[in-house]
C-alpha cells in the first residue's frame, strides 16, 4: 500500500523559511512526478511546484524565486525549500505523487507564516 509521509510544517514569522519534505513508500509501478500542493481556507488547493522524473521543474508565479522543489538520488522522497514565506503563503500543504493510472496524496502539513 502507498503511503506518503510529510513533515517539515510549522509555524514562522514572515521573511523566515522552512523545509517541508514527503517520502513515498509501498509499491508503485513508477513516479512520473513529484509535487506540492497547497489549500488555505475557503480555497481551492493549487499547484505549488512539481518535478519530474528527468528533473524539470515547475512552480507557481506566486512563489517563483522564493521556492525550490528537489528530489533525493532514490527519487522517492521530494522536499520544498521556502524561503522569504509571507503570510499568504499560510496553508494546509499536500505532497502528491503522479503515478500510471492514478495519484496518490499526503494527509497534509499545516505551515503558518505570521506577520
Known amino acids: 500500500q502507498v503511503q506518503l509521509v510529510e513533515s517539515g510544517g510549522g509555524l514562522v514569522q514572515a521573511g523566515g523559511s522552512l523545509r517541508l519534505s514527503c517520502a513515498a513508500s509501498?509499491?508503485?509501478?513508477?513516479?512520473?512526478?513529484m509535487g506540492w500542493y497547497r489549500q488555505a481556507p475557503g480555497k481551492q488547493r493549487e499547484l505549488v511546484a512539481t518535478?519530474?522524473?528527468?528533473?524539470?521543474?515547475n512552480y507557481a508565479e506566486s512563489v517563483k524565486g522564493r521556492f525550490t522543489i528537489s528530489r533525493d538520488n532514490a527519487q522517492s522522497t521530494v522536499h520544498l525549500q521556502m524561503n522569504s514565506l509571507k503570510p499568504e503563503d499560510t496553508a494546509v500543504y499536500y505532497c502528491?505523487?503522479?503515478?500510471?493510472?492514478?495519484?496518490?496524496w499526503g494527509q497534509g502539513t499545516q505551515v503558518t507564516v505570521s506577520s
Open positions: 502528491n505523487v503522479g503515478a500510471p493510472y492514478r495519484e496518490y
Open positions: 509501498g509499491r508503485i509501478w513508477s513516479i512520473n512526478a
Open positions: 518535478i519530474t522524473r528527468s528533473g524539470s521543474t
